[in-house]
Nanobody
Framework: QVQLVESGGGLVQAGGSLRLSCAASGRTLSGYTMGWFRQAPGKEREFVGGIRWSGGSTYYADSVKGRFTISRDNAKNTVYLQMNSLKPEDTALYYC????????????????WGPGTQVTVSS
């Protein structure tokens, strides 16, 4: 199906920025819904934001709204998560995921996942 690989994670100071990338291969993303999720140790996987490839409509969790922005590059078959004003509570392993449904925020709707990239925000 579709293979996803995240990159761009790292250590950043609170208030700083990072841009995560999710490169897809195996399939074009036309007709897909792409999501970003995160999981901190001891916590459940949490929805961060998503984008419907067709039309580019974006959706965000309240916790990141106004700070994070999702975008896409059709030619590169890649989705980006621009993270600004990072907080220590943003520290987590970040995953991108893909599905062929219109459901965006539910992790159970996604059937393709990347291995994740670590984001650590220091105080």
């Amino acid at each position: 199906q579709v293979q996803l690989v995240e990159s761009g994670g790292g250590l950043v100071q609170a208030g700083g920025s990072l841009r995560l990338s999710c490169a897809a291969s195996g399939r074009t993303l036309s007709g897909y819904t792409m999501g970003w999720f995160r999981q901190a140790p001891g916590k459940e996987r949490e929805f961060v934001g998503g984008i419907r490839w067709s039309g580019g409509s974006t959706y965000y969790a309240d916790s990141v709204k106004g700070r994070f922005t999702i975008s896409r590059d059709n030619a590169k078959n890649t989705v980006y998560l621009q993270m600004n004003s990072l907080k220590p509570e943003d520290t987590a392993l970040y995953y991108c995921a893909a599905n062929k449904l219109w459901v965006v925020a539910s992790a159970t709707a996604y059937d393709g996942w990347g291995p994740g990239t670590q984001v650590t925000v220091s105080s």
